[in-house]
């Protein structure tokens, strides 16, 4: 809802990278002549919704892969099958990413800020109905 709230059109953004770029979502770059060096996430753009798919991709990675909720079941019940399977698809992904990451040894705040991004591309494609 909160997403819906700050971003009333998506359509103003052609591609989730632009989406991502105006939440700050993406890293920041520092270019000169042929060598490219890439930091953190820039913070620039809206920082209501950044503060919120972070705060989502937390709760998101402590489910367990495969598993739904009853109170999720329940949620789900009269939405179009098309939608589930994109939503169960997104949330497995991400969880699995999460992990990975983890695994590899990266810093659990990378992993979470990676796992927001993804998040926000998948929002992005479902408001554009680029499923």
């Known amino acids: 809802m909160n997403v819906h709230v700050e971003i009333a059109d998506f359509t103003h953004f052609p591609t989730a990278k632009a989406f991502m770029a105006y939440l700050g979502l993406t890293p920041s ?10 930091s953190s996430i820039t913070k620039q753009g809206n920082s209501t919704v950044r503060s919120t798919l972070v705060e989502c991709a937390n709760a998101l990675v402590k489910g367990t892969i495969g598993l739904k909720s009853k ?10 099958s098309e939608v589930i399977s994109y939503a169960d698809r997104a949330v497995e992904r991400l969880q ?7 695994y590899q040894g990266k810093p659990r705040n990378v992993a979470i800020t990676a796992i927001a991004r993804e998040l926000g ?9 680029k499923i």
């Open 121 to 129: 591309c998948f929002i992005w494609g479902l408001e554009t109905g």
């Open 29 to 38: 770059e520092s270019s000169s002549g042929d060598k490219i060096s890439r």
């Open 71 to 80: 109170r999720v079941k329940a949620r789900q019940k009269g939405q179009q």
């Open 96 to 102: 699995r990413k999460y992990h990975r990451m983890m």
